[in-house]
């Protein structure tokens, strides 16, 4: 039995970035495997930098906190003790490149050699995910040779906004991932010391050969032609650089810093404000290709590169499939050669639901990619020979769910990780974005991801085979792994619409299902004031949207039609996890591991069913709107009643999840959404609803 949490106790866990005795001592060595043991001496090589020597003492604390065995950390090897020896080698065969790496381990003991620092601190990282495989400092004899498939794998903290603490930055490191992205949106607030010292981090984070990257939200009031424009931007990025000499790079978004184009297919800041109550026929800058982009980049980079010349400037194409293909090219023509660009993987990517047309609006597992928008600028960035990282949403997690740890499909993953892979040998493609502001949290999707991401690696369910054993249990394989592929089959069916995964996908039960309008706050949970975004990132009140259009098509069908295909996707995804919650729930005795799992269906499952019951009142709704008769209304308003009912008694049921599990009903960026407090608080509009506004539609259904 799970015991209750309070809310932000998963942090606990990701502080502790070695799990404690993971040994099996009833376990014995094949004659093919090399036994670490007690006395252990791990050589440093001459001159290791802190990569080399922070990637040493770790591997030391690993082998005392998960294997019980004392170890220590030297610069010459020590008589009569066991050695795993340590050194540079830009010769190691098939491995030589970024974080390259060859074991090689025989009767003598462990030789590492590491193509460059990294590659050392990957080869000792690998070592303990072969004994947490193992469950003993069991190695097999012979070499092995691996590198990464990219040199650059972004992340945001999985622990909160801006918190990067030592062990965040180990666990990022044993993942693979290399860069870090820091958010800003006042740049003389947040470098203030008392706020956060951006210095700090980037110190510390250089310990684990981890690069920083500045993800800027900040306005950018000076086009570049505009008089004194490079003076403004020095001060804004060059004095950053500056202060803060080893911050890696910038990440820049149209939409994130609000340029002020002057390309007239764009509003200009004088378009911007509302006149004469007429809607506004322009897209805001950072909703279109402007053609000003690369002068405003270049600028960027010019003011930058005089205090770190090799700053890397990356540029999101984010928000543009909507646009005539070559508007977005013509930007990426233009662009210039150091400016890194970063493509979507997923987003407008087409999906066809019978005769029902889709497209992904927000990042999402159910389509697994590249989509087209993809496809077009890759291909025309290979032909250019322009540097390119692609924003792949890739670590599990995705908008499918919004506060959930991570995504349990790990078949499904290995498809997008297939073609992400493969993306690297087609188009040059060398980083990806693994995820936005909702990071990522340990568990065995970033785990394949990174066997995945690494060259010679094993079969990828072999992999997950491995991961599942190593996590719940040789005994409970078969089940859990039916369970798995259940859920990596119920995601195909989950649609990414704009209206679901903006509503009730995005915060889980805790959604409001208002019938009516003019509740105040527009009918949201109340935002924590500390939060990012708080409640500004999801709508409360559903209403199907027409969708973008562009030059050529609509890219999705009408609202009406669209819904009802839904909802019966939707049961077929709400249906295949209710199955395999029901597999997993099979198995007896469960660990804490396996019951946080049958938890982490049943709020997928619970969110599912509220979505569902947000489509159903809304048409119920609709159709009462403009109903004929009375006796229709009443049928009508009884049904609403049944759904308004059906809900209160799924929130009622989500609440011992989140009890048990800090983790459910949190994002970095809006903080808690759905904690017990939040479901509380939808109990109550549910009651507002059963309680005062269905009784007077019913009153008026007898007028």
């Known amino acids: 039995m799970l015991k209750p949490e309070k809310n932000y106790d998963f942090r606990k866990e990701l502080m502790q970035v070695h799990k404690p005795n993971r040994r099996d001592l009833s376990l014995a060595p094949n004659k093919n495997e090399f036994v670490l043991t007690d006395g252990l001496c791990i050589v440093l090589p001459e001159n290791a930098n802190i990569v080399v020597t922070t990637a040493a003492k770790d591997f030391a604390d690993y082998l005392d906190v998960s294997m019980n065995i004392a170890a220590v950390v030297s610069k010459k090897a020590l008589d009569d003790w066991q050695c795993i020896k340590l050194c540079i080698n830009e010769d190691i065969e098939e491995a030589s490149g970024y974080m390259g790496y060859r074991i090689t381990v025989s009767t003598d003991g462990i030789l590492i050699e590491g193509w460059h620092d990294k590659g050392i601190a990957q080869a000792l990282y690998a070592l303990e995910d072969m004994m947490n495989l193992r469950k003993a400092p069991f190695i097999p004899f012979g070499k092995i ?89 020095d001060k804004l990025y060059g004095t950053l ?135 077009s600028e890759a291909e025309l960035l290979k032909e250019k020979g322009h540097r390119f990282y692609g924003n792949c949403q890739c670590s599990g997690r995705t908008w499918d769910f919004g506060v959930i740890p991570y995504e349990p499909m790990p078949y499904q993953w290995i498809k997008r990780y297939e073609k992400i892979v493969e993306a690297h040998y087609k188009w040059g493609m060398c980083g990806v974005i693994e995820n936005i502001h909702y990071g990522f949290h340990p568990s065995l999707i970033p785990d394949l991801e990174k066997q995945m991401f690494f060259t010679n690696g094993k079969d990828p369910k072999a992999i997950v085979r491995d991961l599942l054993i190593r996590d719940y249990g040789e005994e409970n394989l078969e089940t859990v792994d039916k369970a798995m592929r259940l859920w990596s089959k119920a995601i195909t069916h989950y649609v990414p619409a704009n209206e679901d995964q903006y509503g009730a996908f995005r915060v889980g039960p805790s959604y409001p299902l ?4 003019g509740a105040p706050y527009d009918g949201k949970y109340p935002a924590h004031k500390y939060a990012i975004f708080g409640n500004r990132i999801f709508t409360a009140k559903y209403n199907p949207s027409y969708g973008r259009p562009s030059n050529k098509n609509e890219f999705v069908s009408l609202p009406g039609i669209r819904i009802h295909h839904r909802l019966k996707a939707y049961a077929l995804l709400r249906d295949m996890l209710y199955e395999g919650i029901k ?51 009443k049928k009508l308003i009884d049904g609403m009643e049944e759904i308004l009912q059906n809900e209160k008694t799924n929130v009622e049921s989500t609440i011992p999840l989140v009890q048990v599990d800090s983790r459910l009903g949190w994002e970095p960026s809006m903080e808690y959404t759905t904690d017990e407090a939040a479901l509380q608080w939808k109990l109550k509009q549910l009651d507002i609803e059963l309680n005062y506004r269905i009784p007077h539609y019913k009153r008026k259904s007898e007028l």
């Open 241 to 375: 650089f500056s202060k803060c000499p080893k911050l890696k790079g910038l990440s820049l978004s149209g939409e994130a810093q609000r340029f002020y184009s002057h390309d007239p297919h764009a509003q200009s800041p004088a378009e911007r404000a509302v006149k004469d109550n007429l809607p506004k026929t322009k897209p805001n800058p950072g909703w279109w290709p402007c053609n000003d982009y690369p002068a405003w980049a270049a600028l960027i980079k010019k003011c930058a590169s005089k205090y770190r010349p090799d700053v890397d400037i990356t540029f999101s194409t984010y928000n543009w499939g909507y646009v005539d293909a070559r508007h977005r090219l013509e930007l990426l023509r233009n662009m210039p050669k150091d400016i890194t660009i970063k493509p979507a993987w997923d987003i407008f990517g087409h999906l066809d639901f019978g005769d029902v047309k889709a497209h992904v609006a927000d990042y999402s597992l159910s389509y697994i990619g590249p989509s087209e928008y993809f496809t």
């Open 145 to 233: 040779k691996r590198k990464a498939v990219f040199e650059r794998r972004f992340t945001h903290s999985p622990m909160g906004y801006l918190l990067y603490t030592e062990e965040v930055l180990s666990l990022i490191a044993h993942y693979g991932m290399d860069c870090i992205l820091v958010w800003a949106r006042d740049l003389e607030r947040d470098y203030k010391e008392e706020h956060y010292d951006l210095r700090l981090i980037c110190e510390r984070a250089e310990k684990y050969g981890i690069d920083v990257y500045l993800e800027s939200y900040i306005p950018h009031e000076k086009h570049p032609d505009d008089a004194g424009a490079e003076a403004y931007y």
């Open 514 to 517: 208002w019938t009516h309008s």
């Open 583 to 633: 597999t997993l729930e099979t198995i007896e005795n469960p660990s804490d591991a396996l019951q946080k799992l049958i938890n982490l269906g049943w709020f997928m499952y619970r969110t599912t069913l509220t979505v569902m019951n947000s489509i159903n009142l809304f048409i119920l709704k609709s159709k009462l709107d403009i109903v004929e008769t009375n006796d229709e209304a």
